[in-house]
């Protein structure tokens, strides 16, 4: 079993910017496929970004693409998302996810074994 527990969410204006963790634990983390996803209210779950454990091998929607950073600490077990000039229609909450004893990666929802409980990113006009 896996433990995921993201934190690092808050209220920020446009153009600031935030870091996003998430903490694993029960498996051995550099085993993992991991990413981040948000989701709008009244809209689907989508994909953020995703990172491989061998390369490690980075993955991004085209809309935060230069603006954000995932990267992982396998040491601390610890996922990071640093999102920078952010936006309004950044605001969201961001779940961290991830997929055990694997060299791929994936961008859908289905993919991913495990999920956190999400932390909510406002980001005002």
């Known amino acids: 079993q896996v433990h995921l527990v993201e934190s690092g969410g808050g209220l920020v204006q446009a153009g600031d910017s935030l870091r996003l963790s998430c903490a694993a634990s029960?498996?051995?983390?550099?085993?993992?496929?991991m990413a981040w996803f948000r989701q709008a209210p009244g809209k689907e779950r989508e994909f953020v970004a995703a990172?491989?454990?061998?390369?490690?091998?980075?993955y991004y929607r085209n809309s935060v693409e230069g603006r954000f950073t995932i990267s992982r600490d396998d040491a601390k077990n610890t996922l990071y998302l640093q999102m920078n000039s952010l936006k309004p229609e950044d605001t969201a909450v961001y779940y961290c996810?991830?997929?055990?004893?694997?060299?791929?990666?994936?961008?859908?929802?289905?993919?991913?074994?495990?999920w956190g409980q999400g932390t909510q990113v406002t980001v005002s006009s």
């Open positions: 996810a991830a997929k055990v004893d694997t060299i791929v990666v994936r961008t859908t929802t289905d993919w991913y074994e495990y």
């Open positions: 029960g498996r051995t983390f550099s085993s993992y496929a």
């Open positions: 990172i491989s454990w061998i390369g490690p091998k980075k």
